[in-house]
């Protein structure tokens, strides 16, 4: 069975930093891109930055230049550095692994942590 645990989350003042981890544990062979998405109370949930097995990365154009994803295969863990939040950045935050267990392949969703920029 796999597990994701996410941390990093909270609250922080316009224009700080957070740093967002989502680790997976359990039955792993591999695992192939890795990504966050957010969901914004009363909006749909959007794709924010992914990052290929490969090291090939994308975001999405509100966060580019401000958010970074990275990945450690050794640990089973995905990253995203948020700098220079703003206000429209609050939401709650989700990991999402592609993961290949035993049994074949799928995607895993961390619980979610919520992110609040707030003066």
Same mark, same amino acid.
């Given at each position: 069975q %796999?597990q994701l645990v996410?941390?990093?989350?909270? @609250? %922080?003042?316009?224009?700080g930093s957070?740093? @967002?981890s989502?680790?997976?544990s359990?039955?792993i062979?591999s695992?192939?891109?890795m990504g966050? +998405?957010?969901?914004?109370?009363?909006?749909?949930?959007? @794709?924010?930055?992914?990052?290929s097995s490969?090291?090939?990365?994308d +975001? @999405?154009?509100a966060?580019?230049?401000?958010?970074?994803?990275?990945?450690?295969?050794?640990k089973k863990?995905? +990253?995203?550095?948020?700098?220079s939040l703003k206000?429209?950045d609050?939401?709650?935050?989700?990991? %999402?692994?592609?993961?290949v267990?035993?049994?074949? +392949?799928g995607?895993?969703w961390?619980q979610?942590t919520?992110v609040?920029v707030s003066?």
């Amino acid at each position: 069975q %796999v597990q994701l645990v996410e941390s990093g989350g909270g @609250l %922080v003042q316009p224009g700080g930093s957070l740093r @967002l981890s989502c680790e997976a544990s359990g039955s792993i062979r591999s695992i192939n891109g890795m990504g966050w +998405y957010r969901q914004a109370p009363g909006k749909q949930r959007e @794709l924010v930055a992914v990052i290929s097995s490969g090291g090939s990365k994308d +975001y @999405l154009d509100a966060v580019k230049g401000r958010f970074a994803i990275s990945r450690d295969d050794a640990k089973k863990a995905v +990253y995203l550095q948020m700098n220079s939040l703003k206000a429209e950045d609050t939401a709650v935050y989700y990991c %999402v692994l592609e993961i290949v267990d035993g049994l074949g +392949y799928g995607d895993y969703w961390g619980q979610g942590t919520q992110v609040t920029v707030s003066s």
